[in-house]
Every structure is written in structure tokens, then in C-alpha cells.
């Protein structure tokens, strides 16, 4: 008698076979690996061939504006022979700020699909606040300060009620607002054409202090690197945890050692003049939390969703009107903020400031910078690239003794130029399925 085959089912002849109650146990399923991830590990090739992948699918991320502005740096260092200087760039930092926080807030706006026309008078009205209650009848500066922030962020939630809660179109409110808010701006100056600040106010520092001593700078930059090693290996930690492919150790020393180098220019630049300028600091701490709070939290995702598709994520339990308020009164606070720099940049409080081009300029940098006008895509980080792209050429043609006529069309050409490149992303990605 021949002994059964091993593993083949035993039964005697001419009984039927029986079924074990015991449950099959199926292979361990692997999750399948990223691919573009794999494409990395090959090193010098995958990544090129990422990078052509991605172009060819529209993910330009911040490629542009990046060699725009390489472009600009290097057309007008050989034009005027002192752009690249350290006091003109260390004054690009400086000049940067204000305009650059009231981006930030327009960067939220547009990421659910929104515009804001209103920023300019509320930084306008923030800053005339402020200036009647602490210049004019002697209230604690960091009082009148905060007491001028939170009307900014009041005028914002005002804007996201009758948005959200009642239904007006965004464009119908601010536009609204951009008017009542210029009006209130010129009762609250009053008589006063200007008001001036005194050379002891919280306000000017924030324009004109710079740290002098080199270490602040330097230990800047070694922050700014080791934050961001720290957040990359915390990222790939819990990517590993989930059982989600994790990228290259090698690509994770690249890129620190890319943002080293910057930083570390960036602090040898700063003092080759005068030092790390407060400006500069507290514009870098805006970016980085408000980069945290939309990158890293719920909230963060559910202003991605409802400017993606505000149906759906109404759906999906998001209180779509909540988030559409709170982003509002956000941008209204963050406006509040970038008053006071252009204040202190211009000496004082005036009943024109927030009014000329600063909107355009504000909205234009975040556009220039990445984020797109149809909501659901962007960084806020592309408030800092928008708005060193419209600074750097304001100064470059300022070095050329350019008319601002000249200044005011240039920037809304690269305005065009960078919709038009956030267009074709957009019906790029669609046509690869991307969307």
C-alpha cells in the first residue's frame, strides 16, 4: 500500500472528501512600495526621472519661482553691479515682512478657492488703531497692539459670516469691506494726516531692530536646519511605523544639507551688515507655524478639502462654514500684523496706507509663489518665494531708476505669467489623471 502523498487531502475511497472547518490562512499581504520612491533608490537616474515625471504630469511645485528668481538675481547683478550686495539684500529681508505676513493670510483664502480684496484696508485700519490708542491717547503700546490684531481678526470673521453663514460671494464681501474699512480708517485718523511713531514704540522696532551680534544670526540658521532634520526623521519615523515606504536616507542628507547651505548664506549675508533684522525673525516664525498648523493638523486638511471640493467634505462631517469663518478672520489677523511693518517702514500711520498697489502686490505673491487661484493646492511657504520675487524686482528696477510705471506693468506680466503656468499645471494634471 502506497503511502498518501504529503499535503495532498486524506480520505478513505469512496468517501467524500471533508471540508475542514479550520479558516485558510491567505499569505501576509505587502503593501506594494510606493513606486516613485523606488525610482529614488536608484539613485542619480531615478531622480531624474521623478523630475520628469512630474513635469510631464504638472507638478511644478515651486520650480518656477525658484528660477525666477535666479533669473532676476542674475539680470540685475549684471545690469547694476550691486544687487547681490549684502546691505541690498539684507534691506530685500527687511522689506519682505509686511507684505509677506499679509500673504500668508491670502494664502489660506485661496487654498479654499476664495479671494480677499480686503487686506490692504484692514492692515490700513489695524495700523490707524493702533496709532490713536497708543500714540494719541497714551494706551500701552502692547496693549493698543494686540487691541488692533484682534480687530483685524474681528473685521476677517465679519467678512467669513456674511461669506459662509448668509451666502454672499467672498469677492462681493471683501470688496465691501475693502471700501467700509478705507472709510473707517480715515474717521479713526481724524483731523491727523499722519501719525507719526515715536522712536520708543514697540512698532518701529519691528522694522528697524536688528540683532548685531553674528551668533543670533548663525544660530538662526543652525535652528532653521536642525528643525527641519528633526521634522524629516520624525515624518519618515511615522511613515516607517505605518508601514508605508519611507524615503532614502541619502535623499533626507541631501536635503538638509541644501537648506544648511541656504540658511547659512543667508546668516553670512546678514552679517556683512547689520545683523539678523527682527523682521526677518518674526516673519520666519509666522511661516513656520502657520505651515505647521496646515500641514500637520486637522484643521490644516480640512481647509485643503473644503477649497478641493466644499460638497465633499461637507459629506465627509467637515463643518465647511466653520472653516470658511475661522481662514477669514486668520487672514484678517495676519493683515492686522503686516500693517504694523508697513507702518514702521513708512514711518507712521497714514490715511493712505494699505491703499496703491499693496493688495495687488500681497495677492500677486501668492500667486507668484505657487498657490492656486482655483483652491486646494499650495504652500504657505509660497508667500515667501511670491513675495521676494515682486520685492526683488521692485528693487532691481529702483537700482535701474525705473518709473513705477515701468515697475507696476513688469509685475503684472510674471502676475500672468504664473496663472497662466497654474492653468496649464492644472489641464496637465487632468489629462494625466492626476486631479
Not at 519661482?65 to 542674475?74: Q, R, S
Not at 498657490?371 to 537700482?399: K, M
Amino acid at each position: 500500500m502506497s503511502s498518501p502523498t504529503p499535503g495532498a487531502p486524506s480520505h478513505q475511497a469512496g468517501q467524500a472528501p471533508v471540508e475542514s472547518d479550520a479558516p485558510m490562512t491567505p499569505a501576509a499581504e505587502v503593501p506594494a512600495p510606493d513606486p516613485r520612491l523606488l525610482v529614488r533608490e536608484r539613485g542619480l537616474m531615478g531622480y531624474t526621472e521623478e523630475f520628469r515625471r512630474k513635469i510631464r504630469g504638472g507638478e511644478l511645485g515651486s520650480v518656477p519661482v525658484v528660477l525666477g528668481l535666479i533669473v532676476i538675481a542674475v539680470v540685475f547683478q549684471s545690469l547694476t553691479g550691486n544687487f547681490l550686495t549684502p546691505r541690498n539684500l539684507s534691506n530685500l529681508t527687511v522689506y519682505i515682512a509686511g507684505p509677506g505676513i499679509m500673504a500668508v493670510g491670502i494664502v489660506l483664502v485661496l487654498l479654499l478657492g476664495e479671494i480677499d480684496l480686503s487686506v490692504g484696508s484692514v492692515a490700513g485700519l489695524s495700523a490707524a488703531l493702533w496709532a490713536a490708542l497708543s500714540v494719541t491717547n497714551g494706551v500701552n503700546d502692547l496693549v493698543s497692539i494686540a487691541a488692533a490684531i484682534a480687530a483685524g481678526a474681528a473685521v476677517g470673521a465679519v467678512h467669513g459670516f456674511f461669506f459662509a453663514k448668509v451666502g454672499v460671494p467672498a469677492f462681493v464681501v471683501t470688496l465691501a469691506g475693502f471700501l467700509g474699512w478705507s472709510g473707517l480708517q480715515i474717521w479713526v485718523m481724524g483731523e491727523e494726516g499722519t501719525i507719526n511713531i515715536p522712536r520708543d514704540s514697540l512698532v518701529r522696532d519691528l522694522y528697524g531692530h536688528y540683532f548685531s551680534d553674528r551668533a543670533f544670526a548663525w544660530g538662526m540658521a543652525l535652528l532653521l536646519t536642525a528643525g527641519y532634520a528633526a521634522a524629516l526623521v520624525l515624518s519618515e519615523r511615522r511613515r516607517a511605523r505605518a508601514g508605508l515606504p519611507v524615503r532614502p536616507r541619502g535623499e533626507i542628507v541631501l536635503r538638509v544639507l541644501l537648506v544648511a547651505a541656504a540658511a547659512f548664506a543667508v546668516a553670512y549675508m546678514l552679517n556683512e551688515h547689520r545683523g539678523l533684522p527682527l523682521a526677518l525673525v518674526i516673519f520666519l516664525v509666522i511661516l513656520i507655524l502657520v505651515d505647521f498648523v496646515v500641514r500637520r493638523t486637522r484643521y490644516g486638511r480640512q481647509i485643503f478639502a473644503v477649497g478641493g471640493n466644499a460638497e465633499a467634505a461637507r459629506r465627509a462631517g467637515i463643518n465647511v462654514e466653520r472653516v470658511r469663518l475661522t481662514v477669514f478672520s486668520l487672514a484678517g489677523g495676519l493683515a492686522a500684523v503686516g500693517g504694523f511693518f508697513i507702518a514702521a517702514q513708512s514711518g507712521g500711520a497714514t490715511k493712505s496706507l494699505g491703499s496703491g498697489n499693496l493688495l495687488m502686490n500681497v495677492i500677486a505673491a501668492a500667486v507668484i509663489g505657487g498657490t492656486s487661484l482655483f483652491g486646494g493646492r499650495g504652500w504657505v511657504w509660497s508667500a515667501l518665494l511670491g513675495t521676494l520675487v515682486i520685492q526683488s524686482i521692485t528693487i532691481g528696477l529702483d537700482l535701474l531708476g525705473m518709473q513705477s510705471a515701468i515697475q507696476f506693468m513688469i509685475t503684472g506680466a510674471v502676475l500672468l505669467i504664473a496663472v497662466t503656468v497654474d492653468s496649464v499645471s492644472r489641464r496637465t494634471q487632468r489629462t494625466a489623471g492626476r486631479t
